[in-house]
């Protein structure tokens, strides 16, 4: 769906700058920018969120396996 979205945003921008000054060619291009980031700034929020999430998780267990090992060193040389 995206890839479509794309394409046809690409599509009208061509279409449209055919007949348009650069003015009005750079106001169009901001506009329809504007708007697609506004349809998926949803998407783009949950997909941040999630990426938050799986390196929150990712570095909590690294945390707990370096002190784990830490933990299992000591024990060792304690037992020596």
Known sequence: ??????????????????GLSS????????RIADSTFQAN???YFREAD?????????????WVDSLL???RIEVIELRK
């Open 50 to 62: 999630s990426l938050c999430t799986v390196l929150e998780q990712n570095q909590l267990n690294h």
């Open 23 to 30: 003015g009005e060619l750079e106001v169009m291009s901001f």
């Open 69 to 71: 090992a830490q933990r």
């Open 41 to 43: 700034t949803s998407v």
């Open 1 to 18: 769906m995206m890839k479509f979205q794309n394409f046809l945003v690409f599509f009208l921008f061509v279409l449209q700058g055919c």
